[in-house]
């Protein structure tokens, strides 16, 4: 049985005054499931937004968040600014297509085959080389923690001695 612990005011009309307003108060897994309807709500297929990718996929594909809501995209990368088209929404995530660059990432190159957008058989292609060294690494890294169950402290010592820099650990 939980007990509320948050308000949300929710505006009808942008010309509500104030005390017109509703105000609800809910529980932590009511205002969970509010938050997740009224982004799905906004999150369609065939929506156009603009996204700032924070991260990549195990697939090479850029992830995006609009208010915490991740959005998969394909030929993104991290860093870039997109204007992507939603191709399919789900309850918690979304697939979007990358439409176009409004702002590249520092990383972003062009990719040495002209079908690799196409294709698909290098999604990394369009990353500089040391930032795909760099994802490679961070891959590895992240599945040898969570499915390796190898501790961090572990792979941190790992990763200083192989750079040669191991004595940065006292």
Same mark, same amino acid.
């Given at each position: 049985n939980e007990k509320p612990n948050l308000g949300i005011v929710i505006q009808r009309d942008v010309n509500t005054l104030p005390e017109k307003m509703d105000i609800y108060t809910f529980t932590e897994s009511e205002t969970l499931a509010f938050i997740n309807n009224v982004t799905k709500q906004f999150m369609k297929k065939d929506d156009i937004i603009t996204v700032d990718v924070v991260d990549m996929g195990s697939d090479g594909e850029g992830i995006g968040k609009v208010d915490g809501f991740p959005v998969f995209i394909k030929d993104a990368?991290? $860093? @870039? +600014?997109? =204007?992507? !088209?939603?191709? !399919?929404? !789900? =309850?918690? &995530?979304? &697939? $979007? +297509? *990358?439409? /176009? *660059?409004?702002?590249?990432?520092? @990383? +972003?190159? /062009?990719p040495r085959c002209r079908e690799a957008r196409r294709c698909g058989g290098c999604q990394i292609q369009c990353l500089d080389y040391a930032a795909q060294l760099k994802y490679k690494n961070d891959r590895v890294y992240n599945s040898l923690l969570r499915i390796g169950g190898i501790p961090a402290k572990q792979l941190d010592q790992g990763r200083l001695a192989a750079s040669g820099r191991a004595h940065d650990t006292d």
């Open positions: 990368v991290t $860093g @870039d +600014r997109a =204007k992507v !088209k939603i191709i !399919k929404a !789900k =309850k918690n &995530f979304a &697939f $979007g +297509r *990358l439409m /176009e *660059l409004v702002q590249a990432s520092q @990383d +972003r190159v /062009e």
